[in-house]
């Protein structure tokens, strides 16, 4: 069995940085073509955002954790 790695790329509606993070994210997936995929997240509604514990758009999970360092002692959830 292989392992997967899934990259999710969340952003809020409008998110100027939407193209770049996913162009970046297909880069990232391109050197494990067998194994990962990009998967893109809009986060529309403040409880949607804290439902999925949004901290900002850009945001980028790979295989459910933020890249963010410290995201994980965060609660700022938010679309703004």
């Known amino acids: 069995m292989s392992a997967t790695i899934t990259i999710e790329c969340l952003f809020a509606p409008g998110c100027s940085s939407r193209d770049h993070t996913l162009e970046l994210a297909r880069r990232v997936a391109a050197d494990f073509p067998a194994v990962a995929t990009v998967r893109e997240t809009t986060i529309a509604t403040p409880e949607e955002a804290a439902r999925l514990h949004f901290l900002g758009s850009p945001s980028v ?13 965060r609660a700022d959830f938010g679309l703004g």
Not at 61 to 73: T, W
């Open 61 to 73: 999970r790979v295989n459910g954790r933020d890249i963010e360092p410290g995201a994980e002692d």
